[in-house]
């Protein structure tokens, strides 16, 4: 199965700035399908990315995902407040699909 | 609009069979253009699919639980369930029920925390 690593764990910011958080895969990803979700605390997650490019129904353009092979990146371009939360990468491309640990983004 | 709840035991005695269920309101469950599946977070940890079930009953399970897993779906009541067999501490987690297009999760339950102890 593919493992992914993301990074950092946790990451400080403040509103308005920029984060760009990581996932590194331990092989290709097939097709670059990579997906990335937002989790606050006590909710599900929500789908924000997918095909490791391609924003979800709803979803601001602040979000961007990027990358190929085996390294990807979600960048939130300005952050917003409802933006703090952790975010985990899942690759769709084969079975089993498979998530990372995920990244906090915190406010700083 | 779509919307997905689980429901079941949040206490499962170790040994026993973890069992859940997942209603689908305001959609077809026997829709062909979607998957039904079950992803779980242990608490403050990260997420793991369990499985997947199509409306034909076709099942897909990830390979570290399949052993233990059975999903299963029940058309008639916009309905599919989980049972996990011979749970263990470390299967206390936060049960989600979603809907699998492309093995994309785009919508997801609330949640269910299912607590195994005795």
């Known amino acids: 199965e593919i493992v992914l690593t993301q990074s950092p764990g946790t990451l400080s910011l403040s509103p308005g700035e920029r984060a760009t958080l990581s996932c590194r895969a331990s092989?290709?990803?097939?097709?670059?399908?990579l997906a990335w979700y937002q989790q606050k605390l006590g909710q599900a997650p929500r789908l924000l990315i997918y095909?490791?490019?391609s924003r979800a129904t709803g979803i601001p353009d602040r979000f961007s995902g990027g990358g190929s092979g085996t390294d990807f990146t979600l960048t939130i371009s300005r952050l917003e407040p409802e933006d703090f939360a952790v975010y985990y990468c899942?690759?769709?491309?084969?079975?089993?699909?498979?998530f990372g640990q995920g990244t906090k983004v915190e406010i700083k | 609009q779509l919307q997905l709840q689980e429901s079941g035991p949040g206490l499962v005695k170790p040994s026993e069979t973890l069992s859940l269920t997942c209603t689908v309101s305001?959609?077809?469950?026997?829709?062909?253009?979607?998957?039904w599946g079950w992803v779980r977070q242990p608490p403050g940890e990260g997420l793991e699919w369990i499985g997947s079930?199509?409306?034909?009953?076709?099942?897909y399970y990830n390979p570290s639980l399949k052993s233990r897993v059975t999903i299963s779906i029940d058309t008639s009541k916009n309905q599919f369930s989980l049972k996990l067999s011979s749970v263990t501490a470390a299967d206390t987690a936060v049960y989600y029920c979603?809907?699998?297009?492309?093995?994309?999760?785009?919508?997801w339950g609330q949640g269910k925390l299912v607590t195994v102890s005795s």
């Open positions: 979603a809907k699998v297009v492309g093995a994309l999760f785009d919508q």
């Open positions: 305001g959609g077809s469950i026997n829709s062909g253009a979607y998957y």
């Open positions: 079930v199509y409306y034909s009953g076709n099942t």
């Open positions: 092989q290709s990803v097939s097709n670059n399908y």
């Open positions: 095909g490791a490019s």
């Open positions: 899942q690759q769709h491309g084969s079975s089993p699909v498979t």
